[in-house]
């Protein structure tokens, strides 16, 4: 999958200072607070909650991807001093891009978008089919900068929150899931999306915070975790219904469901989730319709 055709055709006005490097565990505590405020920045902007309760929040975030060896970060720097960052999740068969965050002060000056291509160069140069990002639907300069570097707008969402739903369906069952599960679950997100996310649910299943759910025995949804940075790919709506009720909270601002599919996101809107922020999933390269149900990640 090459990006070049897209990004090398805008004009790039840059600041010679300004260097982008390989992001280590050190610079995760500044670009910690950069992105709290970058996003809490933009989020009072227009009025939205926040992503981030607090700096510390971000900071775990941060760093938990900048020591991670399935992601490649890097950040932006103009001498001494760090004005943004981005990162690429490698551990899945698609890649996901994100959080891209730019200290306020410094936003629309090219820095967000030199801290994209660097990204997108490393997944050609990875071979990656496709890369994927997710971004707050009211934000409409990161929405003008995605396109213009060759995203396609794929997906609305809307992340919701609200009280556990709490119902269970006869026939049905949810629990953790184990390492056993694996090839069963990447096998239906290669029938629902035509990629698995391996990596990224292993992960998962090592922290403890992935589950399945079963129809009379057999898996039919997985979720790596049914929160703001979990996704999760199901046969069927009520399979998927099956998971989001059985949890017990939504970590983070919220799911993120798909508004074009209706169904779901009515049975959500029904049984106490709001909506508290739009966003778009947009995507380069390989994509194919998605062939069941899902709830895409912040990541993708």
Known sequence: MKNGNAASQLSVVENPKIMIRRATPADAEVC???CYDAFTTIAKEHNFPPDFPGPERANQVVSSMFSHPGFYCVVAADGGRILGSNCLDERSTIGGIGPVTIAPDVQNKSVGRRLMMAVMDRSDERGFPGIRLVQAGYHVR???LYAKLG???REHLACMQGPAIEKVWRGYSVRAAEPSDLPACNELCYRVHGHDRAGELKDAVQ???????ERYGEICAYASSIAFFGHAVAENNRDLQVLIA???EFPGPGILVPTRNAELF???LENGLRVNQPMTL??????????GAYLPSILY
Request: glycine content about 10%; hydrophobic content about 55%.
């Open 32 to 34: 910690g607070q950069i």
């Open 151 to 153: 995203f396609v707008v």
């Open 266 to 268: 009515h049975w959500c």
């Open 207 to 213: 922290q403890g915070i992935a589950v399945v759910a």
């Open 246 to 248: 059985a949890a017990k």
């Open 142 to 144: 990161s929405l003008s």
């Open 282 to 291: 947009m995507t380069m390269g390989l994509y194919n319709e998605p062939a």
